[in-house]
């Protein structure tokens, strides 16, 4: 664990992921441990969030995830401690690898956006960091 302690945000890198183009529309491929470095154990998507609204607001220990704009855009704020990076999300086959110990949030959504996010553990809140004043004690012990 004491890596993810050491984790910036330059560590989180965008991922191209194939896009597979025919007459009849695209089709973009996500693979366990092919695509993106690590096996997906959950999978859930954001849709419907309403204007000026925040998601995220939270670190984790171990979990790495995948976040993909599958439809619109929003920006996704890093936050290392020392380091904010904001990215924009706004492509289908582009996804942005958050590495464990980094702070997120996301927010600017356009209308009809939807965020998919690939995770590389089941929901367990003893992961969470969900107080920034705790996160920023856990980078620094």
């Not at 007459?23 to 859930?44: D, H």
């Not at 954001?46 to 204007?51: H, S, V």
Request: glycine content about 8%.
């Amino acid at each position: 664990m004491g890596k993810n302690k050491k984790s910036t945000v330059y560590d989180c890198t965008f991922i191209k992921l194939e896009k597979h183009h025919r007459e009849e529309g695209n089709i973009t491929v996500v693979e366990n441990s092919k695509t993106i470095p690590f096996e997906i154990k959950r999978c859930y998507y954001l849709y419907d969030i309403p204007g000026g609204e925040t998601r995220g607001g939270h670190a984790h220990k171990e979990l790495r995830q995948l976040i993909i704009s599958v439809s619109g855009s929003f920006s996704v704020i890093l936050d290392d401690s020392n380091i904010k990076r904001t990215v924009i999300l706004n492509r289908p086959y582009q996804g942005l690898l958050i590495v464990p110990g980094i702070w997120r949030e996301l927010n600017d959504f356009s209308s009809g956006s939807v965020c998919l996010v690939l995770a590389s553990h089941l929901f367990d809140e003893v992961d969470y960091i969900r107080n920034y004043n705790e996160f920023i004690k856990f980078k620094n012990e």
